[in-house]
């Protein structure tokens, strides 16, 4: 059974760092694997896929890697702003019609 | 440009009662999905569908029951709902290359 960890749970920085979330998965057969952010009571709103033959996808202040051999990906944000603050998901999708399998979240807080 | 959207947005149950769930997506897509999210739990998958009148399980199906008779629509239902069902409910469908988009949600508790 995949199972998907994200590290740190939490994670508090001061505004203008660049900082890097964690995403592990236990299973490297993937078919892609997607980035979400979540707001307070709000629901997900998707912010980079990356396919199981790709490296890396980029958006905006954002980067994202895959490492499918190791099991990890990384969601790198550069320059945070306040307005970053959410909860962040990574969830990988295996092969055929079968849903994501997403980790618990790593909850950001950009002080102003 | 609507996307995924759930009905209703929020409710409140009581035990033994039973209801549904809407979701309805306008982008022509064949897969569906429903997920509960609970605190610490993370989402999980409910069930799925890979198109009109097919329905699956997934990882926590028991006590919902689902339907597709229209490929835009995926309908959840609770016939005997249950304290522990309370929880953020969340439809996905998926799109090309295997992007997932998904709803605002709906907000059940179940006294």
């Known amino acids: ?112 | 440009n609507a996307g995924v959207t759930q009905t209703p947005k929020f409710r409140v149950l009581k035990t033994g009662q039973s209801m549904t769930l809407l979701c309805a997506q306008d982008m022509n897509h064949e897969y569906m999905y429903w997920y509960r999210q609970d605190p610490g739990m993370g989402l999980r998958l409910i069930h799925y569908s890979v198109g009109e009148g097919t329905t699956a399980k997934g990882e926590v199906p028991d006590g919902y029951n689902v339907s597709r008779l229209k490929k835009q629509n995926f309908l959840l239902g609770l016939e005997s709902a249950a304290p522990s069902q309370t929880s953020v409910y969340f439809c996905a469908s998926r799109g090309l290359a295997g992007r997932n988009y998904f709803g605002a949600g709906t907000r059940l508790s179940v006294l």
């Open chain 1, 1 to 112: 059974k995949q199972e998907v960890t994200q590290i740190p749970a939490a994670l508090s920085v001061p505004e203008g760092e660049n900082l890097v979330l964690n995403c592990s998965f236990t299973d490297s057969a993937i078919y892609n694997l997607q980035w979400f952010r979540q707001d307070p009571g709000k629901g997900l709103t998707s912010l980079l896929l990356i396919q199981s033959s790709q490296r890396e996808q980029t958006s905006g202040r954002l980067n994202a890697s895959l490492d499918k051999s190791s099991g990890r990906s990384t969601l790198y944000i550069a320059a945070s702003q306040p307005g970053d603050s959410a909860t962040y998901l990574c969830a990988v999708a295996g092969g055929g019609a079968d849903g994501l399998t997403f980790g618990k979240g790593t909850h950001l807080i950009i002080q102003p």
